[in-house]
């Protein structure tokens, strides 16, 4: 049985587009382990392009800092 990542990385067209998601993973790694992170499909924060989904709720972060100030 699979178990659901505490934290997911934005997957859709514009975040891949913009490649992003390795910056993303890079934050998400200071505080998650790798098998605690995964990805979903489109967040809708497409004009940002470094969306996470955690507890439910969709973010945007730009740096360290922002993912910081939601999971901490």
């Not at 913009?18 to 098998?35: G, R």
């Amino acid at each position: 049985m699979s178990k659901t990542p505490k934290i997911q990385i934005c997957n859709g067209e514009a975040c891949t587009q913009a490649s992003t998601q390795k910056y993303v993973h890079e934050w998400c790694l200071e505080y998650f382990n790798e098998d605690e992170i995964g990805t979903c499909s489109c967040l809708g924060l497409c004009h940002d392009n470094y969306a996470i989904l955690y507890k439910g709720k969709a973010h945007s972060i730009f740096a360290g800092k922002s993912l910081e100030r939601i999971v901490g």
